[in-house]
């Protein structure tokens, strides 16, 4: 960001364009952020949306180039496809519950 307001600094040679420019490509970044990045798998437990929950692991999981946490998403979403329940609790070790 600091590269791109400083290359518009010295094509204008505007302090406000400058001061403009940081804040608009600040903002683009933001809501970009708001488009495409997933929220919080633990935000979804929490307010019992699990299948969303399990659609950011699952996207998360696409990124991870291990095949055990591929295999680990699939298992949670056979448990939640039962009727399992994933938990939010940090000390314990299984991530679901009946």
Same mark, same amino acid.
């Given at each position: 960001?600091g590269t791109? $307001?400083?290359v518009v600094? %010295?094509?204008t040679? %505007?302090y406000?364009?400058?001061v403009? %420019?940081? *804040?608009? *490509?600040?903002? @683009?970044?933001?809501?970009c952020m708001f488009?495409?990045?997933p929220? %919080?798998p633990r935000?979804?437990? #929490?307010i019992?949306? /699990?299948?969303k929950a @399990?659609a950011?692991?699952?996207?998360? #999981?696409k990124?991870?180039?291990d095949?055990k946490?591929?295999a680990k998403i699939? /298992? ?5 496809e039962?009727?399992l329940?994933?938990?939010?609790d940090? $000390?314990?070790t299984?991530p679901?519950?009946?």
């Amino acid at each position: 960001m600091g590269t791109f $307001t400083v290359v518009v600094f %010295s094509l204008t040679k %505007s302090y406000k364009v400058f001061v403009l %420019s940081g *804040f608009v *490509f600040g903002l @683009l970044i933001m809501v970009c952020m708001f488009l495409w990045v997933p929220e %919080s798998p633990r935000f979804y437990v #929490a307010i019992n949306q /699990h299948r969303k929950a @399990l659609a950011v692991y699952k996207y998360l #999981a696409k990124l991870h180039p291990d095949p055990k946490v591929k295999a680990k998403i699939r /298992h949670l979403e056979e448990q939640v496809e039962k009727g399992l329940v994933l938990q939010d609790d940090e $000390t314990d070790t299984v991530p679901f519950k009946e």
